[in-house]
């Protein structure tokens, strides 16, 4: 069974950094790209970034380039977002998530992590 | 950026109604189109991939149509565990974008 355990929720303030996780299991871990997709309160959907483990290749919607950094340990099957510097405007549940299939066909994301609640608050 | 204009942005139907959600990309995505269900609290959940492929469990009673630019998402009889907002997403280009969403309510 594929599985996506994301780390547990964040209570952080401003100017912190953070570095949230995802578990994968049930699958090659490295044969999948990584997606991060942010929810915001009340919001709707927005992807971030993405990577493929194998090599690390990473992409990054233009929005969250200079925002956050993506990563992944293949050792353990896990898959990272960090913040050097969180401001309240991070305050959001953040998903990791993986495509249908393997390869380069990464737009039909069809696995989902439990999802990670931030908080940033003074 | 492509974007996806979804629409209406909620909706209250009742149960065993036919629900039509519409979603416009802001240029031709051809076939690369899929549709999500997020409840309330929960993840969401792929159901319909490349505009009209069901994926493997989902009730055939949700469907999707269209190519280019317009696309129809549809729920062909309203049962109350459908409450919850759905999504477009394109994936024609990086970055992915997803429509605004659609707020789905019984009446």
């Known amino acids: 069974e594929v599985q996506l355990v994301q780390s547990g929720a964040e209570v952080k303030k401003p100017g912190e950094s953070l570095k949230i996780s995802c578990k994968g299991s049930?699958?090659?871990?490295?044969?999948?790209?990584i997606a991060w997709v942010r929810q915001m309160p009340g919001r709707g959907l927005e992807w971030m970034a993405m990577i493929y483990p194998s090599d690390s290749d990473t992409r990054y919607s233009p929005t969250f380039r200079h925002q956050v950094t993506i990563s992944a340990d293949k050792s353990s099957s896990t898959a990272y977002l960090q913040w050097s510097s969180l401001k309240a405007s991070d305050t959001a549940m953040y998903y990791c998530?993986?495509?249908?299939?393997?390869?380069?066909?990464?737009?039909?994301?069809?696995?989902w992590g439990q999802g990670t609640l931030v908080t940033v608050s003074s | 950026d492509i974007q996806m204009t979804q629409s209406p942005s909620s909706l209250s139907a009742s149960v065993g109604d036919r629900v039509t959600i519409t979603c416009q990309a802001s240029q031709d995505i051809s076939i690369y189109l899929n549709w999500y269900q997020q409840k309330p609290g929960k993840a969401p959940k792929l159901l319909i991939y490349d505009t009209s492929s069901l994926r493997t469990g989902v009730p055939s009673r949700f469907s999707g149509s269209g190519s280019g630019t317009d696309f129809t998402f549809t729920i062909s009889s309203l049962q109350p565990e459908d409450i919850a907002t759905y999504y477009c997403?394109?994936?024609?280009?990086?970055?992915?974008?997803f429509g605004g969403g659609t707020k789905v309510e019984i009446k």
């Open positions: 997403q394109q994936y024609d280009n990086l970055p992915l974008t």
């Open positions: 998530a993986r495509p249908l299939y393997s390869g380069n066909d990464y737009g039909l994301i069809a696995y």
């Open positions: 049930g699958f090659t871990f490295t044969s999948y790209w």
